[in-house]
């Protein structure tokens, strides 16, 4: 929730974000797609618009599943909010849109690599779900492309960014 992210930020040194937030595409609002849209934090993260191919997924963003882990984006953001989020059918015509900043890919994990490395091709930052790729080969590849485009690419392996995680490290550690 809202405390742990709180928590996460200020154990970690983060500020909070000068000026706006980072206007962001959504690829794949299936299963784990929508929990991390649940999860998102709107003070960092502004979804302008969302892709995936079933219709009955591109609906689910927006009205969730009724409980608390798919929330869906109207129960999150409002319907006002909602009306100006941008749908589209597949990742393409999303990674075409100019006012996009950055993705989060949230597909099967065949397609992590594939739509990472179009989405710095087209100029965006991407946050990838877990795992990264399929394969090491497609790993290194991601992050080849990353070094040539210069965009931002990170994967979301959120034990990473745990407190919990870190403290008992330090502990080891020391």
Known sequence: GATATGLGATYFGYDKLKGEPVRVGWIGCGDEGSVLLTQ???AYLDIV???????????RAFIGDG??????????????????????ENHRDLLADKDIEAVVVAVPLNQHAPIAIEAMKAGKHVLCEKLMAKTIEQCKEMIEVQKQTGKLLAVGHQRHYSV???????LIRR
Request: aromatic share 4%; glycine share 4%; charged share 35%.
């Open 40 to 42: 998102h934090p709107p």
């Open 49 to 59: 618009a969302i892709s995936d191919l079933r219709p009955s997924n591109r609906d």
């Open 67 to 88: 409980n608390e882990h798919r929330v869906g984006l109207i129960s999150k953001l409002g319907e006002a909010k909602c009306k100006k989020i941008k749908r589209y």
């Open 164 to 170: 919990l995680y870190d403290n008992a490290n330090d």
